[in-house]
């Protein structure tokens, strides 16, 4: 970003500190919870107090989720973090107790008890079409950045499925984005200022060349704040796409070819029944 903000603090990644006061900003304007995009793995070894400022700041702002990054589990037998270690793990009646798993954690402790899977699972095209609200493996359960985030604001989502197909808003335009470094120079306008108020605010990396983009299917490039603000639309308001049944589309597909083979056994010719034979073809 340029302007006053790069001059003052130089280009990305800025300090620790610098993030920890947007964080607190967004909660003095009345946020309902933050989805924190951004993973902390090592101190900062020429800024501790930055390190301090941001650790407090986490303890302090408590509807605030932060990521873990899921490793590829053929590194889970080198890990010592046990699967039971991680807050929020359910685990299915075929777990080991000494399982461990391979993760990045942020390097703060106050952010533990409010962790969620920041992966995604694309289809095998490669395109992201679902998210998983809880991620799934063989023998447990971890609660999601969505999943966090929206039961931290008190949210009930025990209905809603494991994973869920995105509904997205390209009809609707889009979420509305307000530059990070604009809240904190507070250079937003009053109008855009009352947005926060009981808002869910989504802090991801969007400039070019930070933040991570992925193909979905209405969009070739998107970014990752989009993606997770659509899943966590959808887990609050249960807007996910819903898909027919195999069985009733299997009913219906057996209904409509012996519909036309009655049909076409009826030997008749123009009028009501080729008309209908046409329409029913074409449905």
């Known amino acids: 970003?340029?302007?006053?903000?790069?001059?003052?603090?130089?280009?990305?990644?800025?300090?620790?500190?610098?993030?920890?006061?947007?964080?607190?900003?967004?909660?003095?304007?009345?946020?309902?919870?933050?989805?924190?995009?951004?993973?902390?793995?090592?101190?900062?070894?020429?800024?501790?107090?930055?390190?301090?400022?941001?650790?407090?700041?986490?303890?302090?702002?408590?509807?605030?989720?932060?990521?873990?990054?899921?490793?590829?589990?053929?590194?889970?037998?080198?890990?010592?973090?046990?699967?039971?270690?991680?807050?929020?793990?359910?685990?299915?009646?075929?777990?080991?107790?000494?399982?461990?798993?391979?993760?990045?954690?942020?390097?703060?402790?106050?952010?533990?008890?409010?962790?969620?899977?920041?992966?995604?699972k694309p289809d095998a095209d490669g395109i992201v079409r679902k998210y998983p609200l809880r991620w799934e493996e063989s023998t447990f359960f971890l609660p999601s950045m969505v999943q966090r985030t929206a039961e931290l604001a008190g949210a009930d989502l025990t209905q809603e499925p494991n994973q869920m197909s995105l509904n997205w808003r390209n009809k609707q335009g889009r979420y509305n984005r307000i530059s990070f470094s604009d809240v904190l120079l507070d250079n937003i306008k009053p109008e855009q200022t009352s947005v926060f108020k009981n808002a869910f605010v989504v802090l991801s990396l969007s400039a070019p060349g930070l933040g991570q983009t992925k193909p979905t299917s209405v969009m070739s490039v998107e970014d990752d704040g989009e993606i997770l603000a659509t899943a966590l639309d959808d887990a609050l308001h249960s807007s996910y796409l819903r898909t027919m049944p195999n069985v009733v589309a299997f009913l219906i597909n057996?209904?409509?070819?012996?519909?036309?083979?009655?049909?076409?056994?009826?030997?008749?010719?123009?009028?009501?029944?080729?008309?209908?034979?046409?329409?029913?073809?074409s449905g």
């Open 254 to 281: 057996l209904l409509t070819i012996w519909t036309l083979v009655w049909m076409s056994l009826k030997q008749k010719t123009g009028g009501f029944m080729n008309k209908a034979f046409v329409l029913v073809q």
């Open 1 to 120: 970003m340029s302007g006053p903000w790069s001059e003052k603090h130089g280009r990305w990644p800025w300090s620790r500190d610098v993030l920890a006061d947007g964080l607190q900003k967004f909660n003095d304007l009345g946020a309902q919870a933050v989805l924190f995009n951004v993973l902390f793995s090592d101190p900062d070894k020429n800024n501790p107090d930055a390190d301090a400022a941001m650790d407090v700041t986490a303890q302090m702002n408590r509807a605030t989720a932060f990521p873990l990054i899921r490793l590829n589990p053929k590194n889970d037998n080198q890990s010592l973090l046990k699967v039971t270690q991680i807050p929020g793990a359910e685990l299915k009646k075929e777990h080991v107790a000494e399982s461990t798993i391979a993760v990045i954690l942020p390097m703060f402790g106050s952010m533990h008890d409010r962790l969620g899977v920041a992966n995604q």
